[in-house]
């Protein structure tokens, strides 16, 4: 994490309170640190540095163990995506099938490397292992959205899309 | 199913999913609905067909019609020609790419003709979201049986006798595993199913999952009531989204037809399952670290012994098994062990589910006898190489796996053949790679993987795998020594002797493999600093032919770094001291008069 992003923000109340109802709703709280950081995520869309120490103080944990756990899975975000997130597909098949070229121009497109996302917040690039529709390699999710046979001709025209 | 005659499949795979097939269901119900027939013929949504490449799939029973890469605007045909009038849509039969000639039944494809469906058995044919289609393919009678005909320890003997290895990567047999964990004393035992199918490339159990939950949650019943155990855990990749659903949608219809729950069937037997997230760590398929994690901490390994049968989630004996492992339980139970073991070869019997992906014509979801031989799951199967290349290696085993080549092609698939020959099963990805593909690259990719996903806990995996990375990636960019071949060679030995789990034990054979199989190529790199696939582009030389360049000026126009001069109509020239290898100019030429060496 870059010094720039660890910088105090306000999370929002009402979605506070969400995330305190389903951490107080479980009838047995021990082992389910990965289940509350799941339901997190889902609420705020990532896991700002407050976040976390908001749910190790509800828990009664040390933020440390809540950061190891957090920075330990790749599903886990501690920044936050743009609003139209690009995962390329870097599963072996897709590889093989030129992944790394699909993701060689998004980067050029967007000027982007992996992990990062555009200064007016639109897209973020991601790579991602496997989303098992190896049929149709190389894949390219934006959203929810899945682009099969991808070429790097293509990428132009997919970014065009969500402008 | 029988006041319909005639029922339409549609593959509601991922894979097809993702090509809309979703749409393609709704226009043929809707279809059928203006034609009055919705009565007559039911639309299926169904799980994985396997054959991925040509998707998305309709089938149409009962005269097995095959429709490949059917889009949505196509329902109307299917409906108004074949379903009403009774003559088959030509254009989307699949077609022999041999004889060129349209295949109108299923059975007749080769990609079918070899294969033999066990964990599969019901993935593509029934509704995974329909529990009485399930029960009506014999689904929770092996339950049944078991709950009132057999005691555990019979239950145990039957898996044991079948041979069944555990089908996620180690081939440990299943039975065993049941009895370690039956053995155990405990006021509280588990059953967990591994579902955190992390290894890139591989879709089997993701596929299980979306096309046959029932299967899953009856096996894991069956395993709670062998070993003495009343709770189960899923544990499942967060990525997954219609696998989850699909399940728990089958945990909520079980436990409502008594197959789950409170006295199943009358009996005294209770099992109860509960799914529980992945969060993407490939480590997690090792079984201490998947506990761990479903513990709620970092997914580390811990030192077996002791082993999950003795002390596993929260202290209490654990039995963990694969997804396919489970699939293969009720039909065993069901057919009897002698019948499994008649399948397959005598140490490794029954079939094996592959994710047959890369350079190859049939990409898709396979299952065949163990001891089917390579070359007849790539050539015959699989269709052979994509655009008509050369076969160069296929990899198996996923990141813990290794290169296999034409050589090896005639070996009969088992546990044991794959690991004499310097691969292993893992999981069942297999990714062919032809001529284009540079090996020293392929090792490199599997090697960045791993140095991501080591969980740190132990050195030698931990900076071993970052070493071997970083070697490759000199071989790769041209700053390779024959000094890099041998230090590869030995760090590789060191790390699989000392690594603290499977993950890093495993973690140098694909270098190990490429290199055994391919050190003209590392020699290559770091002698000649070539590429001979023509892959890393470090190595390679953009030149043009003066022949036949025409000197339209198209190369010197693309080129980003002005690197291309020349005048007009006479042949042009790169400055390889400017160039950047980006390769603009190589595919804009229309005369193709660049040459990449």
Same mark, same amino acid.
Request: aromatic share 8%; glycine share 10%; with cysteine.
């Given at each position: ?163 | ?6 029922? +339409? ?33 039911? %639309? ?13 799939? +309709? ?184 696998? /989850? ?114 350079? /190859? ?6 299952? %065949? ?123 590789? +030995?060191?790390? !699989? ?56 000026? +198209? ?40 040459? !990449?060496?």
């Amino acid at each position: 994490m870059s010094a720039s992003s660890i910088s105090d923000i306000k999370l929002d109340q009402e979605k506070l309170h969400q995330l305190d109802d389903f951490i107080d709703g479980m009838s047995n709280q021990k082992g389910e640190l990965i289940s509350i950081l799941h339901k997190a995520q889902e609420i705020f869309g990532y896991l700002p540095k407050e976040l976390q120490q908001h749910i190790a103080k509800k828990l009664n944990i040390p933020v440390s163990k809540v950061y190891g756990v957090v920075s330990f899975y790749s599903f886990f975000n501690m920044e936050p995506k743009g609003e139209h997130p690009i995962s390329v597909c870097m599963g072996t098949a897709c590889y093989v099938r030129g992944a790394e070229k699909v993701l060689n121009e998004f980067k050029k497109q967007l000027n982007l490397e992996v992990g990062e996302t555009t200064p007016d917040g639109k897209f973020s690039l991601l790579s991602l292992r496997c989303v098992g529709a190896c049929g149709l390699a190389p894949v390219v999710m934006v959203g929810e959205k899945v682009y099969g046979h991808v070429t790097p001709e293509m990428v132009k025209e997919i970014i065009k899309e969500y402008k | 199913m029988s006041k319909y005659k005639m029922h +339409v499949l549609v593959c509601g795979g991922t894979g097809c999913i993702s090509s809309e097939s979703e749409k393609i269901v709704k226009n043929i119900q809707e279809c059928l609905i203006q034609h009055k027939l919705e009565e007559e013929v039911q %639309v299926v949504q169904t799980g994985c067909f396997g054959f991925c490449e040509k998707g998305p799939i +309709v089938k149409v029973l009962p005269d097995n019609t095959f429709y490949v890469q059917v889009k949505p605007d196509d329902a109307i045909e299917i409906v108004e020609e074949h379903i009403v009038k009774g003559r088959k849509v030509d254009r989307l039969l699949y077609k022999d790419p041999g004889s060129k000639k349209a295949i109108e039944d299923s059975k007749h494809m080769d990609f079918y003709k070899k294969q033999m469906r066990i964990a599969l058995r019901n993935c593509g044919f029934v509704n995974p979201n329909n529990i009485e289609e399930y029960i009506a393919r014999n689904g929770y009678y092996a339950l049944g049986k078991v709950l009132t005909e057999m005691t555990p320890e019979q239950v145990i003997d039957e898996i044991k006798k079948s041979g069944l290895r555990g089908r996620g990567g180690g081939g440990f047999p299943t039975g065993l595993k049941w009895e370690f964990s039956r053995k155990s004393k405990s006021d509280k035992k588990y059953v967990v199913c591994n579902a955190d199918e992390g290894d890139p490339g591989a879709f089997m159990d993701r596929s299980i999952l979306e096309g046959d939950p029932h299967s899953i949650v009856e096996a894991m019943a069956i395993c709670g009531y062998a070993i003495g155990a009343d709770e189960g855990k899923v544990y499942i990749r967060a990525e997954y989204p219609l696998a /989850i659903q699909r399940l728990q949608k089958a945990m909520n219809d079980a436990e409502e037809y008594g197959f789950l729950g409170d006295h199943i069937l009358g009996t005294d037997f209770s099992f109860h399952i509960e799914i529980r997230y992945g969060a993407g760590a490939f480590v997690c398929g090792e079984e201490t670290a998947l506990i761990h994690s479903m513990e709620g901490e970092r997914g580390e390994p811990t030192i077996k012994p002791p082993f999950p049968s003795e002390s596993g989630f929260w202290g209490k004996p654990t039995n963990v098994n694969n997804v396919e492992t489970f699939a293969n339980i009720p039909i065993i139970l069901l057919k009897g062990a002698d019948w499994f073991r008649k399948i397959g070869t005598k140490k490794s019997p029954g079939t094996k589910v592959f994710a047959l992906a890369g350079k /190859i014509n049939n990409v898709g979801l396979i299952e %065949v006898p163990m001891g089917t031989t390579l070359r007849e799951v790539i050539f015959d199967i699989g269709g052979g190489i994509k655009d008509g290349k050369k076969f160069k290696a296929v990899q198996t085993g996923g990141p813990s796996g290794g290169c296999l080549t034409e050589k090896d092609l005639d070996t009969p698939i088992d546990f044991d053949t794959l690991v004499e020959k310097g691969s292993m099963m893992g999981s069942g990805g297999m990714i062919v790679m032809d001529e284009d593909d540079c090996m020293p690259s392929v090792a490199k990719f599997y090697l960045e993987f791993t140095e991501e996903e080591s969980c740190g806990k132990c050195t030698p995996c931990r900076i071993g795998t970052k070493r071997l990375s970083e070697l490759l990636k000199k071989i790769t960019s041209g700053q390779g020594t024959e000094a890099h071949l041998q230090e590869l060679r030995r760090l590789s +030995v060191v790390i !699989k002797e000392t690594a603290l789990c499977g993950l890093g034990q495993t973690a140098p054979n694909p270098v190990l493999s490429t290199l055994n199989n391919f050190e003209e190529e590392y020699i290559a790199h770091v002698k000649d600093h070539q590429c001979p696939a023509g892959q890393c582009t470090a190595l390679l030389q953009y030149k043009i032919d003066p022949e036949t360049c025409v000197g339209c000026t +198209v190369c010197a126009r693309v080129c980003p770094v002005n690197a291309i001069t020349g005048e007009r109509k006479k042949p042009h020239s790169i400055d390889q001291k400017i160039c950047i290898k980006c390769g603009s100019c190589y595919d804009r030429c229309p005369t193709h008069a660049i040459e !990449k060496r």
